[in-house]
């Protein structure tokens, strides 16, 4: 069982369509982060929430954590071939100091 | 550059042979991650270490597999009597100290085992 489920595992989209990524667990995190990967790279960071129920955003993409702080949605906007990519979530549990990867949302926009 | 370095980039190997990877963090970051990573899956935790400390290992981990960072900045994997299952991406990364302070991660070296 994966402490942090991402759903969709795959989406696939055309240019200019918005998606929604959510990331999922059953345990409260300290923060939360998400990460973009492209192949043959390592992840690179996107960005940290910390408050449950903060809002960031990042140009034309929107992160949320949820109030509980145990879930978190990432929302893209007008989506452009560049967003190609793994999304990945993470995160520190309350009780622990390991970063825990989800499985990754593997987005791909078509032009 | 300052970024995450790693090397070698690739390696082939042959069943039952020992592989060593290196990883080169950050120089002012005192914590140091491995990861591991299979093709369109999320990296899992194998161990980190707060300067020379390796203060958490995996069950992943098993007993063929070693980490050091002996002098709290490089850090060296060894996987003794490789396993088919142990290809994969190894992915090293860098941080501050703080459950808060994000991740730089390197390029990863990709192992294949024959």
């Known amino acids: 069982t994966q402490l942090l489920e991402q759903s969709p595992q795959f989406l696939s989209i055309q240019e200019g369509e918005n998606l929604t990524v959510y990331c999922n667990s059953s345990s409260v995190f300290s923060s939360l982060q998400w990460y973009r990967q492209e192949p043959g790279e390592g992840p690179v960071l996107l960005v940290t929430v910390v408050t449950g129920g903060e809002v960031k955003k990042l140009k034309r993409l929107t992160f949320q954590f949820g109030d509980a702080r145990k879930d978190s949605s990432l929302h893209i906007t007008a989506a452009q071939p560049g967003d190609t990519g793994l999304y990945l979530c993470a995160g520190v549990e309350t009780s622990g100091s390991r970063l825990t990867f989800g499985e990754g949302t593997q987005l791909t926009v078509n032009p | 550059d300052t970024g995450v370095s790693q090397n070698p980039r690739h390696k082939i190997t042959k069943r039952g042979q020992n592989v060593t990877f290196r990883c080169d963090p950050i120089?002012?970051?005192?914590?140091l991650y491995w990861y591991r990573q299979t093709l369109g899956q999320g990296p899992e935790f194998l161990t980190y270490?707060?300067?020379?400390?390796?203060?958490?290992k995996s069950r992943l981990l098993s007993d063929r597999f070693s980490a050091e960072r002996p002098k709290g900045s490089f850090s060296t994997l060894e996987i003794q009597r490789t396993e088919q299952g142990d290809s994969a991406m190894y992915l090293c990364?860098?941080?501050?100290?703080?459950?808060?302070?994000?991740?730089?991660f390197g390029n990863g070296t990709r192992l294949t085992v024959t």
């Open positions: 270490f707060q300067n020379e400390a390796q203060l958490e």
């Open positions: 120089s002012e970051h005192n914590r």
């Open positions: 990364a860098s941080s501050f100290r703080g459950n808060r302070s994000p991740l730089h």
